[in-house]
């Protein structure tokens, strides 16, 4: 538990606030089984660790269907980005990256035929707003 506590602290209220309302929704929703899916934005080991203090400390029966973390920067062209998102099995998957990253992510997911009905993603980041142009993926 002492331990679990600190992970509460490095992350910082925006973010793990973001994911106790992320996982309101999913439980509101019954949508139990989700994956999570990374760039090596700073703060996401402790991202995918406040993921596990939450669904280790509920009730609620979460399928946890694995982390994938993208390296976007060895992977300009993104194919590696494409079978990586592919693998993942749950149609729900939280997203920790940042606005930047999001663009290249979904562009990857699009590609690879990820982001049309049936698949759920949830953005999670600390910079994620505060742009008049959205992307258009």
Known sequence: PQEKGSTF?????????Q????????????????AVVTTLLPGYEDFVD???????SSFIGWEHRGVVTLNLTDDPEGARTRRQLREVTAQI???????????????AARDAGLTGP???????GTN???SEQLPEH
């Open 9 to 17: 602290l490095q992350l910082g209220s925006s973010t793990e606030q």
């Open 93 to 107: 998957r939280l997203l920790y990256c940042s606005r930047d990253e999001a663009e290249a992510v979904f562009l």
């Open 50 to 56: 406040y993921v596990e203090v939450l669904t280790d």
């Open 19 to 34: 994911l106790q309302v992320i996982f309101e929704v999913l439980e509101e929703y019954d949508w139990t089984a989700f």
């Open 118 to 124: 049936g698949y759920i993603w949830f953005v999670v």
């Open 128 to 130: 994620l707003g505060g």
